[in-house]
């Protein structure tokens, strides 16, 4: 069982930035390929961003140039620093977590944090 929390969220003025963090329990972090989804009112769940266990990094194409996202395997956590913020970046942001081992798939996902863009 992997527990994952994410924290930082909140309410922002557009233009402004915020940082997420995403805490991962166990031992095997550092073999997880991390992600951050939103999912906003009324619409899908979507990839925000992602990180391998060799560090490559995606991002989708909406916030491309004003999001990246690092890890750090010393301490289980993975953030998503986010810039230049617009109110269409409004929703909740949850961290997922995934991995294969020994022909099987896992995958956990956060409770998720509020981002409101907003004046």
């Known amino acids: 069982q992997v527990q994952l929390v994410e924290s930082g969220g909140g309410l922002v003025q557009p233009g402004g930035s915020l940082r997420l963090s995403c805490a991962a329990s166990?031992?095997?972090?550092?073999?997880?390929?991390m992600g951050w989804y939103r999912q906003a009112p009324g619409k899908q769940r979507e990839l925000v961003a992602g990180i391998t266990s060799g560090g490559s990094t995606n991002f989708a194409d909406s916030v491309k140039g004003r999001f990246t996202i690092t890890r750090d395997n010393a301490k289980n956590t993975v953030d998503l620093q986010m810039n230049s913020l617009k109110p269409e970046d409004t929703a909740v942001y949850y961290c997922?977590?995934?991995?294969?081992?020994?022909?099987?798939?896992?995958?956990?996902w956060g409770q998720g944090t509020q981002v409101t863009v907003s004046s």
């Open positions: 997922r977590a995934r991995w294969r081992l020994f022909g099987v798939n896992n995958e956990y």
């Open positions: 166990g031992t095997m972090f550092s073999i997880y390929t």
